[in-house]
């Protein structure tokens, strides 16, 4: 038997990709495309930098807002956006799964084979949805007490779950119209139309805005509501974003006719349930893990005290509206790699897969330059103590040195995901963020008494393992196939 197995006549898609893995590409081609690549690239990723960097932008400001309420408060806003970040990124996992394969449908120009993973999309999140909601109104008060530290005085313990749990109750109500928007937005960009996400991102972000002064401070006669305040806003922004997404969906129906008939059924072909399942498991339980361990590495800085986490909060807050420029990189790469893979463009998806590497890394020598120049000005503006804006500032400029080693290991996981190589994207992401990641962490802050910005720094260099194990795999090229044909 083993020896039958180890002599399997190889599948046609097997040969094929060793045929492309055979043609030698020389550095230029792997490093540097043609104008037509830059343009496609920049159609596809500058909406996306445009769209997310604003939200960020918008989301230092609701930082600097809830920030001017006090320490507590916004302490209080950091752990729940934590936990609900686990929720996010378990949504965007369960839907990447069937993202993979609209991807690759678009491409191949078969519109209902897109609508079949968009249905699919709608019925995992929404059940996702109605777990997660049940679990936080059941034990969120559990959750929460696990990152306030021990050290904490029982008054600001008491204080800080109160806003906590004020905050969290209201963001409940927005994961109704987020969980569509992101089945939306995700058909939206696996098609290349990234606009329209984008359109209604901003117009959100400007109602967000101007709803979080008007209910955190209570300006023009609005009751001043502070931590409430700033999660009725959020609450209003994404009911916003998603009628604007639905509506413009309903009134362009020749620009998007690929949901023309999305709901007329929810029943999605049988031979396709079980293959998107089989990408979409690893992947979900693959984000639940990794944003679960992004929680646990949070809960082993906060043994260090409540002004870590203040701190955390800052530099995260900054450095993400740095970093979303190789992060739209990464899952543009996606988009464009599973396409040309979907239209069984092979060798051209293989170099694009290394240009996108190339542009990734090399944007953070600009970005991370930017962000270290950036990181003593912005912790100023908050009303925290100055030591908690000096532990911020020293945070965001460790972040900025290490933001190329999270760039390589980002858009090697999007090239492998591309090609529906979901178990691996599972092993290397998750287990990884658990082997690695969790564990020098909880050894550094709990047994040693090193200094939290070494920790931080020895802690974001382990990620430069990831990203050397991810050159590897995308060099193997087993991710190098069409999965729709």
Excluded at 181 to 199: D, F, I, N, V, W
Excluded at 288 to 316: E, K, P
Excluded at 454 to 482: A, D, M, P, Q
């Amino acid at each position: 038997m083993i020896q039958r197995l180890r002599h399997r006549p190889k599948t046609a898609a097997e040969l094929k990709t060793e045929e492309i893995l055979s043609i030698k590409l020389t550095k230029k081609e792997c490093l540097i495309g043609d104008s037509a690549f830059y343009k496609k690239v920049a159609f596809v990723v500058l909406p996306m930098i445009a769209q997310n960097t604003l939200t960020n932008i918008v989301g230092l400001l609701d930082n600097v807002m809830v920030g001017q309420v006090g320490t507590l408060p916004m302490s209080a806003v950091a752990i729940v956006n934590q936990i609900l970040f686990v929720f996010y990124l378990v949504l965007w996992g369960a839907i990447a799964g069937a993202g993979i394969y609209g991807t690759q449908f678009f491409g191949k120009g078969d519109h209902e084979g897109v609508r079949s993973c968009m249905r699919f999309k709608l019925i995992i999140a929404l059940l996702i949805l109605a777990v997660v909601a049940l679990l936080l109104l059941i034990k969120g008060d559990f959750l929460i007490s696990l990152y306030i530290a021990g050290s904490t005085s029982e008054a600001d313990r008491a204080m800080t779950m109160e806003y906590a749990l004020d905050y969290m109750h209201i963001m409940l109500i927005g994961l109704i119209p987020f969980t569509f928007t992101q089945c939306y937005a995700g058909t939206l960009r696996e098609s290349g139309h990234t606009a329209l996400p984008m359109k209604a991102g901003m117009t959100a972000m400007a109602v967000n805005f101007v709803f979080n002064a008007l209910l955190i401070f209570g300006l023009l006669g609005f009751p001043k509501l502070g931590v409430t305040g700033a999660a009725i806003a959020t609450v209003i922004s994404r009911f916003a974003e998603f009628l604007i997404v639905l509506l413009s969906v309903i009134i362009q129906k020749k620009k998007y006719s690929f949901f023309t008939g999305l709901y007329k059924t929810l029943k999605i072909p049988r031979e396709l349930v079980g293959p998107i399942l089989i990408k979409t498991l690893p992947l979900l339980f693959g984000e639940f893990l990794w944003s679960f361990g992004q929680a646990a590495l949070l809960r082993c800085y906060s043994v260090r005290g409540i002004a870590v986490i203040a701190a955390m909060n800052i530099c995260n807050t900054i450095a993400q509206i740095f970093n979303e420029v190789f992060l739209s990189l990464g899952n543009s790469s996606a988009i464009i790699v599973g396409q040309e893979l979907g239209a069984d463009k092979l060798l051209s998806a293989r170099k694009t897969a290394w240009r996108m590497m190339a542009l990734s890394v090399s944007s953070c020598f600009i970005m991370g330059s930017l962000l270290y120049l950036f990181a003593p000005l912005i912790p100023g503006i908050y009303n925290t103590e100055n030591d908690i804006r000096a532990l911020a500032t020293s945070l965001i400029r460790i972040q900025s040195l290490t933001m190329f080693c999270f760039a390589l290991a980002n858009v090697s996981y999007f090239v492998l995901r591309a090609g529906g190589k979901t178990v691996i994207t599972f092993l290397f992401d998750a287990l990884f963020a658990w082997l690695v990641t969790v564990p020098v962490a909880l050894l550094l802050c709990s047994y040693t008494t090193l200094p939290i910005t070494l920790v931080y720094f020895i802690v974001n260099i382990t990620e430069l393992i990831k990203g050397f194990i991810g050159i590897y795999l995308v060099k193997k090229g087993s991710w190098i196939r069409n999965i729709v044909k």
